[in-house]
T-cell receptor
């Protein structure tokens, strides 16, 4: 069974600091790994999708890396802003399901 | 706008009542699924479908029923609501299961069973 862990569970940083969010998974036979953002009381917004053959993906200030052999993915958010405050979820795709981590709740202080 | 549409957004049920949560997508995705999100438990798969007429159970299927008569729709039925089914329910779809395609999620249905 795929187990996904996210560290840290919560993070508070001043505006402008770079964010590093970690995700680890136990089964390396994944199709892809997806990072989502969830605002309080809202749905999941897809941020980045890294396919199993890729090492990283970038979108604006966001960069995600994937190391299948070690079972790790890292989401980097450059120059954080208060609007980046949210919960970030990583999800590993195996077979017919996504396995989610518990999330990292980020607070960016103005 | 293309995407996954869930209705209703909020619902309060009494114990023992039944209801159907609706999910529709207009992206011609073959794969659709239902998750529930609970504090401290994360998101867990309830049921999924790899195409019209084909459904299967996920991690927590008890108390729920699904069917898939069209590619676009994947309703989730609560047979006899229980307080333990109080949760936020998300529908998700993907072009194909077991592939390099990502998932698109709906905005969720917040269900309270009293």
């Amino acid at each position: 069974k795929q187990e996904v862990t996210q560290i840290p569970a919560a993070l508070s940083v001043p505006e402008g600091e770079n964010l590093v969010l970690n995700c680890s998974f136990t089964d390396s036979a994944i199709y892809n790994l997806q990072w989502f953002r969830q605002d309080p009381g809202k749905g999941l917004t897809s941020l980045l999708l890294i396919q199993s053959s890729q090492r990283e993906q970038t979108s604006g200030r966001l960069n995600a890396s994937l190391d299948k052999s070690s079972g790790r993915s890292t989401l980097y958010i450059a120059a954080s802003q208060p609007g980046d405050s949210a919960t970030y979820l990583c999800a590993a795709s195996n077979d017919y399901k996504l396995s989610f981590g518990a999330g990292t709740t980020v607070t960016v202080r103005a | 706008n293309a995407g996954v549409t869930q209705t209703p957004k909020f619902q309060v049920l009494k114990t023992g009542q039944s209801m159907t949560l609706q999910c529709a997508q207009d992206m011609n995705h073959e794969y659709m699924s239902w998750y529930r999100q609970d504090p401290g438990m994360g998101l867990r798969l309830i049921h999924y479908s790899v195409g019209a007429g084909i459904t299967d159970q996920g991690e927590v299927p008890n108390g729920y029923n699904v069917s898939r008569s069209t590619t676009e729709d994947f309703p989730l039925r609560l047979l006899s609501a229980a307080p333990s089914q109080t949760s936020v329910y998300f529908c998700a779809s993907s072009y194909s299961a077991g592939s390099n395609y990502g998932y698109t999620f709906g905005s969720g249905t917040r269900l309270t069973v009293v």
